[in-house]
């Protein structure tokens, strides 16, 4: 079995860099903590999509270990398609528009 593409939405993108420079504002620890703690887990969601719960009918969803932040993506046939990277405080499914069928 081969690995699939990661694509990321541009507003996922949009969403790790307000996250980044969040982080950064604080400290630049924490902000490497960040982007170490995500690029972990879209390793994982890449290799194993099947191992995060379906979170809506269309999507999984991989939460972070340490950070309050979801990664919420698509499986397609060839492809990861990352739709938002969502902080546990947003409103819940605010990124719904997103996804496709």
């Known amino acids: 079995m081969s690995r699939k593409l990661l694509c990321i939405r541009f507003e996922a993108r949009e969403e790790i860099n307000a996250a980044f420079e969040w982080y950064l504002q604080r400290s630049s620890r924490a902000a490497e903590a960040f982007l170490s703690e995500l ?50 405080k947003r409103r819940q499914g605010y990124w719904a528009k997103r996804v496709k069928p």
């Open 39 to 88: 690029d972990a887990a879209l390793a994982l969601v890449v290799s194993h999509p099947q191992f995060h719960p379906v979170y809506t009918e269309n999507t999984r969803r991989s939460i972070l270990e340490r950070l309050p932040y979801s990664v919420i993506f698509q499986e397609k046939d060839d492809t990861i398609l990352v739709v938002a990277i969502a902080h546990a």
